[in-house]
Structures are given as structure tokens and as C-alpha cells.
């Protein structure tokens, strides 16, 4: 079994900046794509940034230009900074990791707020 571990979520300004980390238990090398998904409350969990093995990334359009989604697999870690922070980034991040055969693992969420 596949264990996620997210840190680094906390409350910031807006205009701030956070990095969350997501600490994979074994070789994120046999991982086809990381990626970070979040839920607000009251609404769905959402498609923020991904990265498949080869380095290809796919961001939410709220997020373009803000946030920036890299892994590395020497370190089993998956990682997204957040710039430029607004108080609609305020949700729950998830770390999530897809297997080579297509099972999906999941963190158990780190809590992102934007206030001021």
C-alpha cells in the first residue's frame, strides 16, 4: 500500500506564497503522474496541477502563472509552489499519485488559507 504524506499548507496573505510537499512511501518512479487536487468548502475536489513521468504539466486555468507542480524522484517527493496567493486558493489540498496500472492514491489533505 501506497502511503502520501502532504506538508507545508498553512495560513498566508494574499500575495503570498506557499510549497507543498508530498512525501510518496515508496519510488515515485513507478507513478505515471502526481498531482494536487483541492476542495473548498461546499464544492468538489478539482484538478489543480499534475506532472506525468515525462515532465508534461497540466494546470487548472485559475492556477496558470501562479503555481508550479514538479516532482523528484530521487527523493520519492512531489511538490507545488503557490505564488500570488488569493483568497479563493483557500480549500484543502490533496496529494495524489497514479499507479502504473492506473490505481489512484490520495494524501490525507493539508489545509491552505488565504486571509488577511
Known amino acids: 500500500q501506497v502511503q502520501l504524506v502532504e506538508s507545508g499548507g498553512g495560513l498566508v496573505q494574499p500575495g503570498g506564497s506557499l510549497r507543498l510537499s508530498c512525501a510518496a512511501s515508496r519510488s515515485t518512479f513507478g507513478f505515471s503522474a502526481m498531482g494536487w487536487y483541492r476542495q473548498a468548502p461546499g464544492k468538489g475536489r478539482e484538478l489543480v496541477a499534475a506532472?506525468?513521468?515525462?515532465?508534461?504539466?497540466n494546470y487548472a486555468n485559475s492556477v496558470k502563472g501562479r503555481f508550479t507542480v514538479s516532482r523528484d524522484n530521487a527523493k520519492n517527493m512531489g511538490y507545488l509552489q503557490m505564488n500570488s496567493l488569493r483568497p479563493e486558493d483557500t480549500a484543502v489540498y490533496y496529494c495524489?499519485?497514479?499507479?502504473?496500472?492506473?490505481?489512484?492514491?490520495w494524501g490525507q489533505g493539508t489545509q491552505v488559507t488565504v486571509s488577511s
Open positions: 495524489n499519485a497514479r499507479g502504473l496500472s492506473g490505481q489512484d492514491y
Open positions: 506532472i506525468t513521468s515525462a515532465g508534461n504539466t
